[in-house]
């Protein structure tokens, strides 16, 4: 008869790392993740970069898991969650809920800068600026003539309750059909692919996702501010970010490994007919022939499809510990450009470089056949 060990706990085989663990879509411990993502957002806001890692990396490993969990003795053997995080977990197991998730709830500096940041454009800094001024609300916001708002925010104000409306499957899918054509005026050998939340199967998203790419070297150069001119001559800009692309192959492996990459991209608010939208019920249209969308385009070098579409794919979450894995375990350093090995100090996956495909996980240099 075997002794008792770790082997006879459930969650022996939970991996620290993100992209170690299958997670459905389906979250059995939503209550509880909610109630994290509350505190890690609450330590984003003060720019408490530990703790808030530290609480999104708990959710995480909960969001894995096949079956809810209903005791505190039922976490046990999980990784990554740290005592703070076992004392919520207790709380709402125990009473319902936590009291400093309902602390921060109700606080008025939490909730003020939950609204500002809510806002396309307005991340934690320019929130908390406001907040500091004696703003409370949006309404106080636009009034105020003695606030700058940069064009970005100004767009994000202007179609406030449109983006704020989660975009559906539907919708990306016919955006996808827009910009499909789009591009496809501009280059008919073109490859759109959905990537972001869309990607990961989720029903809705807060923006859409595109990864533009054309086979051979240099040919995406020029693609998105065409692409753009396209959307505008059809009158469906609302707005546009265009971002050109700062990517420099010869200075790869970058010293530091980045979180934002140097692709050329975009950023946009697009707007999207009602009647394009397949299966849109005719009383959701009501009064409505349009809505505005953030869309993402991204356009990299066609020998670097394979990391951008990876890189995007997402969530950020697991896309952060596919980094520190490749780091931490396999003393390799990804990105969204490359993945380079410390030990052999060789790029991998440089196919298109160096014509090798032999340790390709990616199978056509142009996608379609992504698998990881
Ligand atoms: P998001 O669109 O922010 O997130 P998402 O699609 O996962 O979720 P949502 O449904 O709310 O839109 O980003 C998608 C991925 O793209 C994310 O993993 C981060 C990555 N990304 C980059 O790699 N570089 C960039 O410059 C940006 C803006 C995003
Ligand atoms: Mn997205
Ligand atoms: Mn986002
Ligand atoms: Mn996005």
Redesign the pocket.
């Known amino acids: 008869k075997p002794e008792a060990g770790p082997q006879d706990n459930p969650w022996s085989t939970v991996s620290q790392y993100a992209c170690q663990r299958r997670t459905t879509l389906y979250n059995r411990n939503k209550i509880l993740t909610d109630a994290l993502e509350v505190l890690a957002e609450n330590y984003e806001f003060i720019e408490s970069k530990g703790p808030c890692l530290g609480f999104k990396r708990a959710a995480s490993v909960l969001k894995s898991l096949p079956v809810p969990i209903r005791s505190i003795n039922g976490i046990e053997g999980l990784p990554c969650l740290g005592p703070e995080t076992m004392a919520v977990i207790q709380d709402i197991l125990e009473c319902g809920s936590s009291s400093k998730v309902e602390e921060v709830l109700t606080d008025e500096r939490y909730q003020t800068l939950k609204i500002f940041t809510s806002v396309f454009g307005v991340g934690p800094k320019t929130a908390e600026k406001w907040f500091r001024q004696g703003l409370r609300s949006l309404e106080q916001i636009v009034s105020d003539s003695s606030i700058h708002l940069n064009r970005m925010q100004r767009a994000g104000f202007q179609y406030y309750e449109d983006i704020s409306k989660p975009?559906s499957k539907a919708e990306a899918e016919a955006l996808g059909q827009i910009i499909e054509e789009v591009a496809n005026c501009v280059n008919p050998d073109i490859t759109i692919t959905l990537?972001?939340?869309?990607?990961?199967g989720?029903e809705?998203?807060?923006?859409?996702?595109f990864l533009l790419s054309v086979p051979g070297p240099g040919k995406e150069d020029g693609l998105l501010p065409a692409v753009i001119d396209q959307f505008r001559s059809q009158g469906i800009l609302l707005y546009s970010d265009f971002q050109e692309s700062t990517f420099d192959l010869s200075k790869l492996p970058s010293r530091r490994f980045e979180?934002?990459?140097h692709?050329q991209?975009c950023?946009l608010i697009i707007k999207l007919k009602t009647e394009q939208v397949v299966g849109q019920q005719a009383e959701q249209r009501c009064g409505r022939e349009w809505r505005a969308v953030?869309v993402?385009l991204?356009a990299p070098p066609a020998e670097r499809y394979a990391f951008?579409l990876l890189?995007?794919?997402?969530?950020?979450q697991?896309?952060r510990d596919l980094r520190r894995f490749a780091r931490l375990e396999r003393n390799m350093l990804l990105d969204?450009h490359a993945l380079f090995d410390k030990t052999t100090r060789q790029s991998i996956l440089n196919f298109y470089v160096s014509g090798r495909t032999s340790q390709a996980v990616v199978t056509h240099p142009w996608g379609r056949n992504t698998e990881y």
């Open positions: 975009v990537t972001g939340g869309f990607r990961r989720k809705f998203g807060h923006d859409v996702d979180a934002m990459d692709f991209k950023f953030r993402d991204v951008a890189g995007w794919s997402g969530s950020t697991f896309e969204n």
